[in-house]
């Protein structure tokens, strides 16, 4: 399903223009399924709102990416062996079970976690012009567009 923009949301105080691919109510409780990049771009510049959990589910994640597109001739039972005792994977149950569906939904439950939890804390950058969202929380040009929006 694709993605379009729906208008504007709000979460505490603060008003975000959100891109859903849907939304659903339960229980007067509004939730919010985001498209991938906003998912991301909420949990890589607000990764201080995780849980420790969570924190180690990214850390897991990312680690076995990087495992799995490394260098096909190293052996892999000593590097999994060095990232576990580094604390870059787990044996963690629940930290497991938080990637079981794949790291692209847990982004987008997390996402969905911390709007809820933390919106008024959540700042989206999304561009003056076409209403999409920035690279980061600071970005002041438009890699969709290309408007710059730079104090001059």
Not at 128 to 137: F, H, I, M, Q, V
Request: proline fraction near 1%.
């Amino acid at each position: 399903m694709e993605s379009k923009t729906l208008g504007r949301q709000f979460f505490g105080s603060q008003q975000f223009c959100f891109s859903f691919r849907h939304t659903a109510i339960f229980d007067n409780f509004i939730l919010l399924t985001l498209d991938k990049e906003t998912a991301n771009y909420i949990v890589t510049y607000f990764s201080h709102l995780l849980t420790e959990k969570e924190k180690l589910a990214v850390r897991h994640s990312s680690s076995i990416i990087k495992i799995e597109s490394g260098d096909k001739t190293t052996n892999l039972v000593s590097l999994t062996k060095i990232y576990k005792e580094r604390g870059w994977l787990t044996d963690d149950q629940t930290v497991l079970d938080l990637l079981k569906d794949g790291c692209d939904n847990f982004e987008l439950k997390t996402a969905q976690r911390i709007l809820k939890d933390y919106g008024d804390k959540v700042f989206l950058n999304n561009c003056p012009k076409c209403g999409k969202l920035a690279r980061t929380p600071r970005a002041k040009f438009c890699r969709h567009c290309g408007h710059d929006w730079h104090e001059k």
